[in-house]
């Protein structure tokens, strides 16, 4: 068993007003004896990736000094990756944010500053911009990385409570694709699977997904198959994951839609279709079918780089196999088309009539711990619970149940990620608030971004460490606490809900952000309505009441505690829902879906050209992604854990084909310049023959790789296509 290090906090010395010390559970252990015995073990769901596994968290008076995996949770009975294992480790790191920290221009250093100073300045210079440049002008930038009741107390603080109009998470990086292709395929953003499909397959078609990296606990559950399923992974890249697999289509980078509407035409061709589930369950197929009457084996195979004879017996897989499971991440949704090639994924699903049977779906994986509480609850791209800001009976419902007068509710969703940052280059985002999401590192483009947090009046970062890119360029730093230092429920991949426990005092004056949005709301004067939003729990509540009638309905869920003692529990679960014993459902099982006619729909549009190409100048197609199972996005907490760093490579680094290196006199673990249209970096050279001839990959893990990526978006999701970057490279001169 690992042993965790038990950190020495600083001393808790600031001031602090009377109202914060009266906030139950803002400081020392708070509510910790409310869910968790002193002197024993407890459990928490891990507060990386969507996988949401339950770890133990073994207590000494009350702390945490170690964990290891739960056996008896349905979702990863008794395994974790080195993250999980890992967790508790950055909490301890000596640059954690222990103190509100400001500086009055920009020139200025960051210093220390108390609680309600930090409340009365952002109050002050937040309620300024709104008032001079309009609700417009304030925005935040969120997560999928906090408790789903802190995204809701700030979704509805920012936009009921301060006026602001905008408001977006990193989730639009991530996730927003998949949103999108299921609100407009099936009448909501409803992930259909449960993981016990990855044991229940007979095949299991991999896009853009690399679990052994990414989700390394949902790879040991397709493992777990007792079927001795047709694993197929489609991805440019031999990954862990292709070579694993029982088959693995290399295709070009960005020529899946070509591929899949070749798929579907093979389909219909050979008469593999499920004819009956299509005339029952659902709308458009014909116009469909004529669509990709066009896309013949010999077009298809030219484009994708894949041959007629795998094409064909990928089709005959999918068409005549009795449980096929098609699962996607981001090599589909980070693409200039995604939306168009998700539910080109969705309709092979729906042409052969897998979903809603054990080991189907067209499923979209998530990626962090609580994407999906981001979807339904941050109010950013709908209206808390899966309502929609334009329409009347939903802004009655959600005001009402919160107590407020509908007319404080925006009538339109807010602007996306990239229209919130090219709005400051306009001058019409003024003040950005960015809470748990390094943004400097993640959004392509870096030197622009880096311009643009510059050139802001007022940038807030809300973060556990001071030391993140985003943190060092704020002219506000909001000190947070951490995963293990704070309660609330992430809801993860297949839809389950679970809770995740405060099981360490965060250091200084670091604050759980729940309880720094109240305080917040406080100072600002929201006070009154925000009575009832005094604890997540109590939140947990309201946001029950708000789900009530949707399809992601949590009414019956129960407690904490409940929800706890089941192993989480995934949605929907009504009022007196029987399923709340099972504990794995899908949806769908009755071919009803949430559009207006209960039908899914098929969607589908021409093949577009890459709005970045090769050419003679930028002959290499870059793509980008997660490097190790031991590396987490911008490093800012697997950086900091000592066993994690000796598992993975400490510097940035790009892979390329031997035959690459050879033609263009490269050679491995030399230093290299990459160009790319908007920008320049510099990095170590892997060669290996996992990445395609003319194409590179560069982890996303490292500050070198955004200096080259662009923000190219689909038109539906408006989600970057970070995944098909054009490039030159050379050797680095003078080394
Ligand atoms: N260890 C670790 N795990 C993580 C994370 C992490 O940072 N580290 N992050 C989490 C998050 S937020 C997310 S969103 C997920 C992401 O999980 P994944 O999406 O599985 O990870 P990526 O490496 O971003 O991309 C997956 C694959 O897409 C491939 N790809 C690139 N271009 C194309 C293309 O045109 N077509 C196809 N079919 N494939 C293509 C890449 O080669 C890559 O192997 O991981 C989650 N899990
Ligand atoms: N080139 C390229 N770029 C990508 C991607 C790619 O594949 N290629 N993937 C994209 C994807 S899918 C994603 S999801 C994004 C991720 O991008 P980011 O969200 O920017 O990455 P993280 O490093 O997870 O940032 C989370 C921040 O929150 C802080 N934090 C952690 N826990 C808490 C907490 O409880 N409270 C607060 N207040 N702060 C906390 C961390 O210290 C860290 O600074 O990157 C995107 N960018
Ligand atoms: S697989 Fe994901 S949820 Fe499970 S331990 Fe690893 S990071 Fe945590
Ligand atoms: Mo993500």
Known sequence: MMKAKLPTWRAFEGPLTEQLLREPGSFGLGQVPALVKPDATTTSVCGYCSTGCALNIHLREGEAVNLTPEAVYPVNIGMACPKGWEALEPLGA??????????????????????????????????????????????????????????????????????????????????????????????????????????????????????????????????????????????????????????????????????????????????????SYIDSHTSGFEAFAAHVKQFDPKTVATVSGISKEVIYQLAKSIGTKERVSLWWTMGVNQSYEATRTAQAIINLALMTGNIGRPGTGANSITGQCNAMGSRLFSNTTNLLGGHDFANPTHREKVAKTLGIDSARLPNGPSKAYDQIIDGIERGDTRALWMIATNGVHSWGNRERMRRLMAKLDFLVVQDIYVSTDSAQMADLILPAAGWGEKEGTFINSERRVGVTKKVKRAPGEALADFHIFRYLAKTWGCGEWMDRWESPEAVFNILKELSREKPCD??????????????????????????????????????????????????????????????????????????????????????????????????????????????????????????????????????????????????????????????????????????????????????
């Open 94 to 275: 000596s640059d954690r944010a222990t103190t509100p920290m400001y500086r009055s221009s920009r020139d200025a250093p960051l210093k220390p500053i108390s609680w309600p100073e930090a409340a009365q300045i952002f109050c002050d210079r937040m309620r300024n911009t709104l008032n001079n440049h309009g609700e417009e002008s304030a925005a935040f930038l969120s997560t999928g990385q906090i408790c789903t009741e802190e995204m809701a107390l700030l979704g509805s603080f920012a936009k009921f409570g301060m006026g602001m109009r905008h408001g977006d998470g990193n989730t639009r990086q991530c996730m927003a694709t998949s949103v999108m292709a299921y609100k407009q395929s099936f009448g909501f953003d409803a992930p259909p699977y449960t993981f016990a499909d990855f044991e229940e397959s007979n095949v299991i078609v991999l896009i853009g997904s690399n679990l052994c990296i990414a989700h390394p606990i949902m790879w040991q559950r397709v493992l777990k198959n007792k079927r001795s399923p047709e694993i197929i992974v489609i991805d440019p890249r031999t990954t862990e994951t292709a070579a694993q697999a029982t088959s693995h289509l290399p295709l070009r980078p960005k020529s899946d839609l070509t591929l899949f509407y070749g798929l579907a035409h093979l389909i219909i061709r050979e008469g593999w279709v499920d004819q």
């Open 554 to 735: 949590i009414t019956g869920i129960g407690n904490y505690r409940e929800i706890d003692d089941a192993g989480g529990r995934q949605w929907p679960c009504g009022e007196g829902e029987a399923h709340l014993e099972q504990s794995e459902r899908r949806l769908f099982e009755d071919g009803h879906f949430y559009t207006k006619d209960k039908r899914a729909k098929f969607l589908f549009d021409d093949v577009q050209p890459n709005p970045e190409p090769t050419d003679d100048s930028f002959p290499f197609t870059l793509m980008t992604g997660r490097g190790t199972s031991a590396q987490w996005h911008t490093q800012t907490r697997t950086g900091k854990s000592g066993i994690l760093r000796r598992l993975y490579p400490e510097d940035a680094y790009i892979e390329m084909h031997p035959t690459d290196a050879e033609a263009t006199g490269l050679k491995a673990n030399e230093q290299v310049w990459i160009r790319s249209r908007h920008g320049q970096a510099t990095c170590r050279l892997v060669v290996t023959p996992t990445v395609g001839q003319g194409q590179l990959f560069m982890p996303m893990h490292y500050t070198e790789t955004n200096r080259l990526t662009h923000p190219t978006m689909d038109p539906h999701s408006l989600q970057p296509s970070y995944k098909a970057c054009a490039v030159r490279i050379r050797k680095l001169l003078g080394r």
